[in-house]
């Protein structure tokens, strides 16, 4: 099994739901062991279901800590790779799993191997509160589960077989060594029942430190929960990572060189911890879209459109990716801001204020103006073509929709552009939203009909505010 492998067209990589929330293995890269640092001990809740775990390590080798959390989350992709065998067993060579974790190959690196594993194998979990999905169907509609009391070890049973030259016999796993894992059942079983979320390993092991792989791993089955922020009491996390020494001081010194290559690598937006002493909390902001994403085909015309504004290539796609829920109704504004206000003698950075405003400072001319209601003789007509001009009488009808023929909502648009009541991008954007069917050109008919408080640039942003509808 190569890394290659890993990434293959049929399997996305995984991870399984209870090993990605309860966490059980220590974000440290060393643990003592001590007889107090070979067992501990945690109980917190999960979705709002309470969860215990308890660790009992071995003398030799203590509890799972640091690279361990890589070499579980590559064998468990393995397991999916090679179709979930029944037997739950991984079949490898030692040098494949070793390109797998991103190692070099050499003595050093086959030792380390040894050991991570023989954690794996020789620790002792009993979970209370084990979601498990054996004897579920594959795909289940209904995959809730049943929650039970369990006990097991990540690994159940290593054997390898080794082979090549007479002087490789007694080396711990050497390169030519063939390896056989054996799963914990009720692991297998899960990621044999889908019970797994998406995990990119192939970012979680570009990142340096292993305490960033293992708060990634955590952090991203927060995220994967569909939360944006993230807070937590500073103690009740530290416990949470497995920091054997719960201080404060200590918790935030192993804590922050993780937090910083996360800010630095764009996962996190920030990490703050927050209060003092044992009353401190840790609060995770995350970033709307990692900056290795690239920009999917709507996000790049909304950057087009921020450029238009005379805005950086940079500064544009900062934008677009960490308000990529408003962006659209940003853009509309600043577009409206931009094309209203006279002689700006910067009006990029203008542009920019307006975009990135979270004081609420701006607002659509015409909506200021509806905040004390003018006199009938005050009102503004606008002298219009008939509708006819622009659109069949069947377009008005809102139950049609004719991808092929929009030449009335084209011909709508246009003249809104000339009267500067759309501007350029905006009639672009409604071109884009009709192509989606997410709305139809007897709605973009009707921006042209004189209505009461209906302004075409506001309704365009709501427009876009619109789910794309299921084809």
């Known amino acids: 099994m190569s890394r290659l492998q890993l990434r293959s067209r049929t399997h996305h990589p995984i991870d399984e739901l209870n090993l990605a929330t309860l966490n059980l293995i220590s974000i440290q890269s060393r643990v003592s062991k001590t007889k107090a640092a070979l067992t501990w001990a945690d109980t917190f809740e999960v979705g709002g279901h309470p969860v215990r775990v308890e660790a009992r390590g071995d003398f030799e080798y203590g509890v799972p800590h640091g690279i361990d959390v890589d070499t579980s989350a590559v064998i468990n992709n393995m397991f999916q790779e090679q179709g979930c065998p029944s037997d739950n067993t991984v079949a490898c060579s030692a040098y494949a799993l070793l390109m797998a974790l991103q190692l070099k190959d050499g003595g050093g690196a086959y030792q380390v191997l040894r050991e991570s594993l023989l954690r794996l194998s020789n620790t002792t979990f009993l979970i209370e509160g084990w979601v498990s999905l054996e004897g579920s169907p594959v795909r289940s509609q209904t995959p809730l589960g049943k929650r039970i009391q369990t006990t097991f070890r990540l690994i159940e049973r290593i054997t390898h077989e080794q082979t090549g030259v007479r002087g490789d016999i007694g080396r711990p796993f050497g390169s030519g060594a063939i390896i056989r894992i054996e799963l914990a059942r009720e692991v297998a079983a899960n990621i044999r029942a889908r019970h797994v979320k998406p995990l990119d390993l192939n970012f979680m092991l570009s990142l340096e430190g292993i305490a960033s792989r293992l708060l990634f791993r955590m952090l991203d089955a927060t995220l994967f929960e569909g939360q944006s922020e993230f807070e937590i009491g500073l103690l009740e996390w530290g416990q949470r990572c497995r920091i054997l020494d719960l201080r404060p001081d200590k918790i935030r010194r192993v804590l922050q060189p993780a937090h910083d290559e996360l800010i630095e690598r764009g996962y996190l937006s920030s990490a703050d911890f927050v209060g003092r002493g044992k009353a401190q909390q840790v609060r995770y902001v995350f970033q709307a879209q990692r900056p290795d994403h690239p920009l999917d085909a709507e996000q790049l015309a909304l950057k087009g459109r921020v450029k238009a504004l005379h805005v950086t290539d940079g500064q544009a796609e900062r934008f677009v990716r960490r308000y990529h ?48 209601p003018a006199p009938k003789s005050a009102v503004v007509t606008v002298d219009m073509p008939p509708l006819a001009a622009y659109a069949p009488a069947k377009a008005l009808e809102a139950s049609e929709v004719d991808l092929d023929g929009n030449g009335g909502a084209r011909g709508v648009l246009k003249a809104l552009v000339a009267q500067e009541k759309l501007s350029p991008g905006e009639m672009q954007a409604c071109l884009g939203l009709l192509e989606q069917r997410r709305v139809t050109a007897a709605e973009i008919t009707m921006l042209s009909v004189p209505k009461k408080k209906v302004i075409p640039s506001e309704q365009v942003a709501r427009w876009m505010l619109r789910p794309t509808p299921l084809l």
């Open 325 to 372: 829920r408003d962006a659209g109704q940003r853009i509309v504004l600043a577009e409206t801001l931009v094309r209203t206000r006279k002689n700006l003698r910067n009006p990029g950075g203008f542009a920019w204020d307006v975009l990135t405003d979270t004081e609420n400072r701006y607002a659509f001319p015409e909506a200021l103006e509806l905040k004390a």
